[in-house]
């Protein structure tokens, strides 16, 4: 390789100036550096693609992925209206999910799905006498339904912005 060529690929960018350098010495010759330097790049390339989606898994979000399930499935007896409320239970308010309910057990502990009353009583046979949604209320949960609640719990269980919620589900007198 002469030196003409050598100066001439050292003004490019970086790229260029490695080419110039190993093709310098390389016994291959420029091309097969310029196929190599391809290759590096579309491995660089296919690597950002594949590693992408698994970076973008995102949170959970309690008003989008959460509300729906509880508030189809639970609040009926856990949510804000005192007279239909069971177990001392509010599953719409996060100080109230976080503290012992009437039984003492907690139903939601943030990060531990394992320690959650909430997740027990979801993950019980439909059959059994305890199991939530009661069987009498004929309501049951997805399995799907059930490992969001899981995840959500996981994730640290976060409420969002209820006071935006909680006026227009203002009972009407
Ligand atoms: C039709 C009414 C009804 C619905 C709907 C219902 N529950 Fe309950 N829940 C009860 C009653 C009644 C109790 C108290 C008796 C008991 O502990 O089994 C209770 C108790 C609980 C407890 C235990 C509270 C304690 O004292 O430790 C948890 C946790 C719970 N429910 C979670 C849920 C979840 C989560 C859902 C929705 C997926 C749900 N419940 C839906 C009626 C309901």
Known sequence: MGRKEQRFYRIGDTHCAFIGLVGAW?????????????LFRLFLFSFAFFTMPLLAIEKLQFNRDVRPILSDKCFFCHGADAEHRKGNLRLDEQVSAF???????IAIVPGKPDQSALLS??????????????????????????????QWISEGAEYQGHWAFTKPMAPVI
């Open 99 to 105: 503290k012992p309910a009437k039984s003492g057990e």
């Open 26 to 38: 390389s016994p291959f010759g420029l091309s097969f550096c310029l196929f190599m330097v391809s």
């Open 121 to 150: 009583r979801i993950s019980l046979h439909e059959e059994d006498d305890d199991v939530m949604p009661t069987k009498k209320s004929g309501k049951t949960l997805s399995t799907r339904e059930k490992s969001l609640l899981k």
